[in-house]
């Protein structure tokens, strides 16, 4: 190990990713999880914003560096360009250092398995590193490369696909997943005895992807339970040894997760409401009668479901834009059924005023179809009367229920802080509790669906924040995943004006 700072603090971080807080309750008196019921009996277990939307994609970075989606450049997992085409990003670790290579810059030894969203090797010799979700796990350091071979772990299972084609069950996920979490434990257990760090940061990530199939289950407990009560016994440990240590324990999520029991169509409402317009070739085929779908349209699905759509993603920009026009060009047709599921390029752009796109969340992201695009149509002059009136009418939408569906907006440009990273959206919508918004589903007679088996759970705006005390104490009470990072570069005494932290300052508050 490399030299090293001062010694006399120590940190522990365990990521638990979509962990809510009311699940936690729900389950806090199974056994296997007194390390979860010990925090929400204490007290030091509480509520954490994230960011707009909740998602990993954008959170996580928040979490690493204490910067808005805006300045750290990763809004979601895709940023829109000009021309209408997505283009996958991730958060550059490189350009803007998370807290460990800030800290091993300083001279603390940090060690860091499987970040969600950190997909680069740390450089630093400070650093020992396995990068995280979503790509395969890699490593910068001998020692956790033989640890991988050993324990055949190269990341979180990449099931998710096997799930929603029935080829595997839910339950025979959840026993993949706690075997990763296991695998992911044992490593680090072996380095944190056999090294000598200031910062060990370890992430699990399977419960986001297991809550997503299963969290509107009656028998959830049974797929989830065993997950959580593998990372209670980290927990566990991390918690005895931090008590020999005098060392602070941190928990976080970077968003919850809810149950799932209805969709809102949002581009659906947008055409319906003539914010929106398909392409005549579209229409046409939405229009047409019977039930069975033209063979273009199933053509196109089975290419935008398929392996090809993972190489797509990594086509260069200027490649992407080639294969979405040929494709909407020879494939714009949908299907006459009661749903048909729409791409950008079913969209007439010459017509379209708002559309919503990238967030296919509980909070959407809406952009008006400005001058900022190839063919906007949306003078700057009367862009936030349009959006404004968006916002209003979109509240006044009911479920089946009466109820209203939209129960807030913001201002998304001002969220952004005017970002030159990427193009903003203009509006976030947040739907009510137990409701996701769909960006791709269209329908001429309901705005409505029941969700699919990946959307059987989604996110909401608050993770968990909790900790295990040396002394030290953390505010609870409006915690924001901006604060991680200055909190445990305060700890360290690398944040010296303490701005944005959560520890109280011993014996001022």
Known sequence: ????????????????????????????????????????????????????????????????????????????????????????????????????????????????????????????????????????????????????????????????????????????????????????????????????????????????????????????????????????????????????????????????????????????????????????????????????????????????NSRLRKIYDKMPHHAKRVVARVVGSAFSKASSGTYTRLHLFDFDMRKTRVFAEVSNDPVATLWANDKRFANGIVKDSEKKKLMDEIARRLEEARSKEGDRVIVGHKDAARYYRNTKMFIPPDLFVEAKKGYTIDIFNFSTSTYFMKPEKAKSGDHIMHGIIGYFSNGERLRLDKANVLDIAPTILDYFGVNKSGKGSLLKRRGID
């Not at 509520?47 to 808005?68: D, N, Q, R, V």
Request: with cysteine; aromatic share 10%.
């Open 1 to 304: 190990m490399a030299s090293k700072a001062e010694k006399g603090r120590r940190l522990y971080l365990i990521g638990i990713d979509a962990a809510p807080l009311w699940l936690l309750k729900e389950l806090k008196g199974r056994k296997g999880m007194e390390p979860f019921a010990k925090l929400l009996e204490s007290g030091q277990i509480g509520s954490l914003e994230s960011t707009l939307p909740p998602m990993s994609g954008c959170s996580w970075p928040t979490i690493y560096t204490g910067l808005t989606p805006g300045e750290h450049g990763a809004p979601d997992f895709f940023v829109m360009k000009k021309d209408y085409v997505k283009d996958v990003v991730y958060y550059d670790s490189k350009k803007i250092p998370p807290f460990w290579d800030v800290l091993a810059q300083k001279g603390h030894a940090c060690l860091v398995i499987t970040p969600c969203m950190e997909i680069m090797l740390s450089d630093h010799r400070n650093v020992d590193l396995v990068t995280g979700f979503p790509l395969r796990a890699r490593t910068n350091s001998e020692k956790l490369r033989n640890l991988m071979l050993s324990y055949h772990f190269d990341g979180e299972p990449d099931i998710e696909k096997s799930v929603i084609d029935g080829k595997i069950t839910e339950a025979e996920a959840s026993h993949q997943y706690v075997k990763s979490v296991n695998k992911r434990a044992r490593m680090a257990r072996s380095m944190i005895e056999t090294g000598d760090y200031d910062l060990v940061y370890v992430c699990f990530t399977e419960t986001d992807r297991l809550q997503h199939f299963t969290l509107n289950k009656p028998d959830k407990s049974d797929y989830i339970l065993p997950v959580y009560v593998e990372i209670a016994k980290f927990i566990d440990y991390i918690e005895r040894r931090a008590e020999k240590e005098n060392a602070l324990v941190i928990l976080v999520s970077d968003h919850g997760a809810q149950p799932i029991h209805e969709k809102f169509l949002i581009n659906a409402w947008l055409i319906r409401n003539g914010y929106a317009t398909l392409k005549e070739s579209v229409m046409k085929s939405i229009a047409e009668e019977g039930d069975e779908a033209p063979s273009t349209y199933l053509i196109r699905e089975k290419l935008m």
